[in-house]
């Protein structure tokens, strides 16, 4: 079975452009996962949707990120406009239930660099 | 405020002997913790998951405590392999356990010599 797929695989673009990555998950998934990861911050939790509709945002920086699921196959993290700061490895998971008693099931994630 | 703590140092033994990982907590009572693997420029990838009431979970050469007491877990490989090297992280709820919201430590990196 094909895992979690995300695209691109690394993405390098100068501040203030917009960047948009994408995910695809496991087919019969209904909650997807959107993380960022640092070497400071470690791997922290974005957002996530469960039968295609946001439930936890929280973990959004700020109003340059977005977000959208449209179908149960296919979501965005969008970032407009990009600022260096933004810089980060951004993975995409999805699991089968929408409680942590779940595992969840990681793409290769998204290297970002912006300049 | 909650907060995970795994130790920020690597991990080195020689092949064969028992890894043991820990993951502290601390102003929260999680009623699950799971552990994952990752490995570099890759997604982490899920091993094993463990309830509050269970004291053991085990699986090969996997195996995880969870002392709700001492607010930690350890997480051990025996017989390990150089092909066990790797960083681990655990991961609690994040105060619920009817959401999906996960909080990980920062992961312990395990370097197994042969």
């Known amino acids: 079975d094909a895992g979690v797929i995300q695209s691109p695989r690394h993405e390098v673009t100068e501040m203030g452009q917009e960047v948009t990555l994408r995910c695809k998950p496991i087919s019969g998934h209904n909650s997807l996962f959107w993380y960022r990861q640092t070497m400071m911050r470690g791997l922290e939790l974005l957002i996530y949707?469960?039968?295609?509709?946001?439930?936890?945002d929280s973990g959004m920086p700020e109003d340059r990120f977005s977000a959208k699921m449209p179908n149960a196959s296919f979501s965005t993290l969008k970032i407009q406009p990009s600022e260096p700061r933004d810089s980060a490895v951004y993975f995409c998971?999805?699991?089968?239930?929408?409680?942590?008693?779940?595992?969840?099931?990681f793409g290769d994630g998204t290297r970002l660099s912006i300049l | 405020s909650q907060k995970i703590e795994q130790n920020s140092e690597a991990l080195n033994i020689q092949e064969g002997k028992t890894a043991t990982l820990t993951c502290n907590y601390t102003?929260?009572?999680?009623?699950?913790l799971q552990w994952y693997r990752q490995d570099p420029g890759r997604g982490p990838v899920f091993l094993l998951l463990i309830r509050e009431n269970e004291k053991e979970k085990r699986k090969e050469r996997l195996k995880v405590t969870f002392d709700t007491t001492l607010k930690q877990s350890l997480f051990h490989i025996t017989a390990s392999q150089p092909a066990d090297s790797a960083t681990y992280l655990c991961a609690l709820d994040g105060g619920s356990s009817n959401t999906g919201k996960l909080i990980f430590g920062q992961g312990t990196t395990l370097q197994v010599k042969p």
């Open positions: 102003n929260y009572s999680p009623a699950y």
């Open positions: 998971a999805s699991s089968f239930g929408a409680t942590v008693s779940q595992p969840q099931h």
């Open positions: 949707f469960n039968n295609n509709v946001p439930i936890d």
